[in-house]
Nanobody
Framework: QGQFVESGGDLVQPGESLRLSCTAS????????LGWYRQPPGQQHEVVAD???????NYANSVNGRFSISRDNAKNTMYLQMNNLKPEDTGVYYC????????????WGQGTQVTVSS
């Protein structure tokens, strides 16, 4: 069972915005860099964005300038603000430890579905 709970996905039209939320334990938020990942239909997980403990951020080229990752350690919550959504952003979005943690990532949660379609 995953240690992360994702929410906020929806069916939207191209150009619209969504904000995803991710909650996890206080221990995880205090100790680890975190990341958002997505799994397009029939494909592997891919990194969308990640954020370190001191809030340095990195983005995949495909979302840079459109998405914004943030974390609120007091609320044990991470966010992904997604603007100007495109059909290729469609997929199930997951949160987990940051990509630098490699095979030490926690089990995947259920994710949240984002569908961008006209």
């Amino acid at each position: 069972q995953g240690q992360f709970v994702e929410s906020g996905g929806d069916l939207v039209q191209p150009g619209e915005s969504l904000r995803l939320s991710c909650t996890a334990s206080e221990m995880i938020f205090k100790r680890y860099s975190l990341g958002w990942y997505r799994q397009p239909p029939g494909q592997q997980h891919e990194v969308v964005a990640d954020i370190t403990l001191n809030e340095k951020t990195n983005y995949a080229n495909s979302v840079n300038g459109r998405f914004s990752i943030s974390r609120d350690n007091a609320k044990n919550t991470m966010y992904l603000q997604m603007n100007n959504l495109k059909p290729e952003d469609t997929g199930v979005y997951y949160c987990n430890l940051g990509p630098a943690w490699g095979s030490y990532k926690k089990p995947w949660g259920q994710g949240t579905q984002v569908t961008v379609s006209s």
